[in-house]
């Protein structure tokens, strides 16, 4: 992962909480990858991830993706690509429960 790639949780939770009100709960990292790092948040009840980069191509290019989305290939649509703290970041629904389907 990137060396300047350095978000905690409650730098998160904060953003989170000053972007969408009072209806954030249960911001926790989930993922760290080679470019992105991950968390997951509940707002007003509906589970989401955010993922940061210093970059905002990957996130555009994922966006693209997702527009191929199926059953056997799930691809999490990104509601939103945007600046902050002040590193780029990426939301979208958070999907759950595919990889376990595979074992």
């Not at 997951?40 to 905002?56: E, K």
Request: aromatic content about 12%; overall charge neutral.
């Amino acid at each position: 992962m990137s060396e300047t790639l350095s978000i905690f949780q409650s730098e998160t939770a904060q953003f989170l909480q000053k972007k969408y009100g009072p209806g954030i709960a249960d911001v926790k990292q989930i993922d760290e990858g080679g470019w992105s790092l991950a968390f997951a948040f509940v707002h007003d009840g509906a589970r989401n991830v955010i993922r940061w980069s210093d970059v905002a191509d990957n996130f555009e290019r994922d966006a693209v993706a997702a527009r191929f989305t199926r059953d056997d290939l799930p691809i999490p649509h990104i509601t939103e690509i945007g600046r902050g703290l002040p590193k780029f970041y990426a939301i979208s629904c958070r999907l759950s429960g595919y990889l376990s389907r595979l074992t």
